[in-house]
């Protein structure tokens, strides 16, 4: 789907405030409410909206300790990543893990309820014989900035 410069500044306006009336929408990008709906719509049903959510504040809830963990292979085999990728999904507390090149393999994005926790999750998924042939831990200490990937693309709308 090709996206245009309105469509971009719909996108920025609803990640901006996902709560905005259709006509406050409007208004923002400069176009009729009609106009506006039409191409919500589209975005929506194109799948380049896929839901409305809330941005919750989950230190507000409960303490957590936020670790960041390189993974390295022993092989590297199709197999190999398929057996460990499939092991990560199951895990609720992996809130992100991407596969890397230039010598880690991946790199999780862990949150836990505190470094014990996080310890025992790794001692896990030492038994699972996953082929983890090294990991390194790096304890988030301070969160210096989250945006959502498309930020970029969209402040440029």
Known sequence: MKLDKIDLKILAALQSDGRMT????AEAVNLSPTACWERLSRLEKSGVITGYTARINAD???RRTTVLVEIMLKSHQQSDFQR???AVLKEPAIISCDATGGGVDYI???VSEDI???Q???DKLLRLEL???RYFTYVVTKNVKATDPLQSLLAEA
């Open 60 to 62: 507000r809830l409960a």
């Open 108 to 110: 999780l994005k862990i």
């Open 116 to 118: 014990d926790a996080y």
């Open 131 to 133: 082929g983890i042939e």
């Open 84 to 86: 460990f990728e499939a």
């Open 120 to 122: 025992r999750l790794i």
């Open 22 to 25: 259709k006509l406050r929408l």
